[in-house]
């Protein structure tokens, strides 16, 4: 095949009429006289000005407005533009499902009607029941700067916590729903960035960690130090709220908060950075009093935690497995680790326990594999999938005997499907309609050895029927860092489904993943 790089065939679009007229000329950006001084050695940066908030400051809303002008200016004068977006939003305009996810018996899901900014919470009192909007970000701002972030549900259904962030900050604000109502409740919590909201079991309150309030005049300009873990009670101020942990000590951890499942315990992950490292906390809310106790005291490994059987907590690790296994430690014997489901071939992404089994995701060859084992760690079967792809979802309860995951891959539209725990299979819900006919295109996976000898896998998406012999012009993608691998997806401009709701794990997003995992 003769191939042909992505940037290069956009890169040809754009001299084809680049060279055609003038040159193009860019407002001036001024430079400040700005030096600060690290370790001895003075450091320029002229530009630190265009740091300021562009809804505050004049200099940088004009400059932002030059600039923009140049660059739509000249994009407006490319021939092939109007086309292309014709097309393009063509492909993209058809509706977009999250898989279904529970609580309180209702089911919810977030759905995109094609070209919406950003998707739409949804409850049904049944699978079969006609769906009802809980939450539109759509309507919150004209331009769509204002977005959904995270959402947490109360088990009992009544509440659904949810983060506001606004012009793309990872600042967020907390508000509460009442789901049979719809009413917003008065509640706003703030200050809160690189958190979840984990409900207790009263359903009363949550646990959730936020930075203090900066002084005046320097909001969004101060470093992420001194998080701190708080409890907020549904109907209470945010003055209110009871602080639970803090470690003045160490200003640089953060931390990601839990409830176990059966309401006993509130697990607390520490990290530091985005590396995948933890140090891992629990306190017994049977104990009012009672103060969190070190598990994990060190940033050697990660813990990211699963679930738990009373005292004994399972854990996604890599100690001694760095493509991750399942272990578990006995609070009463917290120097113990022992194996339930070891290292394998493949490696381990991640492990929810739905049924009473644990469900562990493994990318095999940049590909999803999913297998269900017993708690103590015996293989019971791997769900078969409709091909190569990538699968997202399998959230649940220990009580579920249903759970559900999206499919989808590069000739594949998302597909949601139902899974039951007890028997294994897997009921098609639904699949969207797109602007063609995926039934004419083909995916094969190839792998071809690197100079030392590793495999490396490749995906090639061709029209059923083309002959591979290298006259066809190709379209070459890859990418590399982070950790994150190039699964086989369909690729829309909403594969970030707005609020992440059902698991921000999902998102694929290396920060979120590496903060969020084991929190959720």
Partial sequence: MKPIALGSLIL??????????????????????????????????????????VRQSKD???????????????????????AIKKRLTELWNYEKFSAPFKAGGRYFYFKNDGLQNQSVLYKLESLSAEPVVLIDPNAWSKDGTIALGATSLSDDGRFVAYSVADAGSDWNTWRIIEIETGRLLPDELKWVKFSGAAWTPDNKGFFYSRYDEPPAGAAFQRENLNQKVFYHRVGTSQPEDVLVYKRPDEPAWGFGTRVTEDGRYLVINIWKGTDDKYRVLYKDLTEPYG???????????????????????????????????????????????????????????????????????????????????????????????????????????????????????FATPPTIFRYDMLTGKSTKLRQADVKF????????????????????????????????????????????????????????????????????????????????????
């Fill in 291 to 409: 103060m969190p106790i070190d598990l994990i005291d060190n940033f050697e490994h990660e813990y990211s935690f699963i679930g738990n059987e009373g005292p004994v907590f399972f854990f996604q690790t890599d100690l001694e497995a760095p493509r991750k296994r399942v272990v578990s430690i006995d609070l009463r014997k917290p120097t113990q680790v022992h194996e339930l489901i070891p290292q394998s071939s493949d490696t381990l992404i991640g492990v929810d326990v739905v049924a009473n089994m644990f469900v562990a995701t493994y990318l095999m060859d940049a590909k999803t594999q999913v297998k269900m084992y017993s708690l103590d760690g015996g293989f019971i079967r791997e769900v078969d999938f409709p091909g190569i792809g990538s699968a997202t979802g399998f959230g649940g309860k220990r009580t579920d005997t249903e759970t559900f995951y999206s499919f989808s891959s």
């Fill in 437 to 520: 006919n995926p039934d004419d295109y083909q995916v094969e996976q190839v792998f071809y050895p690197s100079k030392d000898g590793t495999k490396v896998s490749m995906f090639i998406t061709s029209k059923k029927g083309v002959k591979l012999d290298g006259t066809n012009p190709t379209i070459l993608y890859g990418y590399g860092g982070f950790s994150i691998s190039l699964t086989p997806s369909f690729f829309d401009r909403s594969d970030r489904l707005a609020g992440n709701g059902w698991r921000l794990r999902d998102t694929q997003l290396a920060w979120w993943r590496r903060i969020w995992r084991g929190m959720a």
């Fill in 60 to 82: 940088v809303a004009a400059w932002v407005e030059a600039e923009n002008k140049v660059t739509f200016d000249y994009l407006a004068s490319l021939p092939q533009r109007e």
């Fill in 12 to 53: 040809t679009l754009v001299l084809n009429t680049a060279f055609a007229g003038d040159k193009l000329k860019y407002p001036p950006t001024k430079q400040a006289e700005q030096v600060d001084t690290f370790h001895g050695v003075q450091v320029a940066d002229p530009y630190r000005w265009l740091e300021d908030d």
